[in-house]
């Protein structure tokens, strides 16, 4: 998206002087007055805190079923390194993706940062090419991140991070023949074992790959070709993803039904959404939320908005 590349000059002028690039930050006092979506004093959201003994279950349930509770404006800087993915745990912490950076932090101060990596590349994939990252997924200690060198897509990689330190541990190089145009967006069924994710373009299948070595498990052939998929996660057996909705030229949140492969549209997003990025699905004490990275403004106006979507029981 062109927001992560309108100031990669100030976010390389920012890390100057530093002597690495992987930076750690303590929660000050001044940090705890950062709005938060699940935060009453702070926020209008109606979702309470998360509910680590229960998890989003669609099952026979209407999924359209979804409302807007809040939603959090990031500054033009904190919206350089949030403006690519997301993903989250119950133990309330978020990390995001910008094109070049991961960053950790807190769902209950979503402007604070815990930790960052501001070149999370090795220099085997800097001598190739990769230069973006889409959107992210997590299980257990493991940061999954899809990687790419964009506008080339050459080299369709996942890469696997130490989700404390922001440290790369290993990649796996994607067949071309199924990531034609990149690696988008990755997304990790915790209960199947696989990674999941697509090509960007006109999508008519999702592909799956073992956890352990990212070799081609199968494709599922979808009933609906989505175009532009931004980002994705795994609810049981939905496969949730933000994509183009071309009939209204809008932004939208699709289900997609792994074992009958059947698309169906669940969110259709602000008319004042410029992109749609990665989202995030977590239960919480009053349901289920969605919180999805939205590009809103125009020119120097552009910021990243963080929705918070609730489903209710």
Request: aromatic share 10%; net charge positive; with cysteine.
């Amino acid at each position: 998206m062109k927001l992560g590349y309108i100031l990669v000059v100030a976010l390389i002028a920012c890390s100057c002087g530093k002597e690495t690039m992987l930076m750690q930050s303590n929660k000050s006092s001044s940090s705890k007055n950062t709005p938060s979506l699940n935060n009453p004093a702070t926020s209008n959201s109606t979702s309470s805190i998360f509910n680590k003994s229960n998890s989003c279950n669609f099952d026979n349930k209407d999924m359209t079923k979804w409302r807007k509770v809040s939603s959090y404006k990031f500054s033009f800087l904190e919206s350089l390194n949030r403006a690519q993915g997301v993903t989250s745990n119950e133990q309330g912490k978020i990390w995001f993706s910008g094109n070049i950076t991961l960053l950790r932090s807190d769902i209950h101060y979503l402007g604070w940062t815990e930790m960052s990596n501001f070149w999370p590349f090795s220099i085997a994939l800097t001598r190739i090419g990769i230069d973006h990252i889409g959107d992210i997924d997590i299980h257990e200690n493991d940061l999954y991140a899809s990687l790419q060198d964009a506008r080339k897509f050459n080299h369709p990689i996942v890469g696997v991070y130490d989700a404390s330190s922001l440290r790369l541990k290993k990649t796996f190089l994607l067949p071309l023949d199924w990531q034609s145009d990149g690696v988008p967006w990755v997304a990790v069924d915790h209960i199947k074992k696989v990674i999941v994710s697509s090509h960007f373009g006109s999508v008519k299948k999702i592909n799956l790959y073992d956890m352990i070595n990212l070799w081609p498990v199968r494709q599922i052939d979808i009933d609906t070709t989505i175009s532009g998929i931004q980002g994705g996660k795994i609810v049981g057996k939905y496969l949730l993803v933000n994509a183009n909705d071309d009939i209204s030229k809008r932004f939208a949140m699709y289900s997609i039904n792994l074992e009958t492969g059947a698309v169906k549209k669940l969110i259709l997003y602000p008319n004042d959404v410029r992109e749609i990025e990665g989202l995030s699905i977590v239960a919480s004490n009053s349901g289920c939320n969605l919180y999805t990275l939205a590009q809103t403004g125009k020119n120097l106006g552009v910021r990243m908005e963080l929705y918070d979507y609730l489903f209710s029981y």
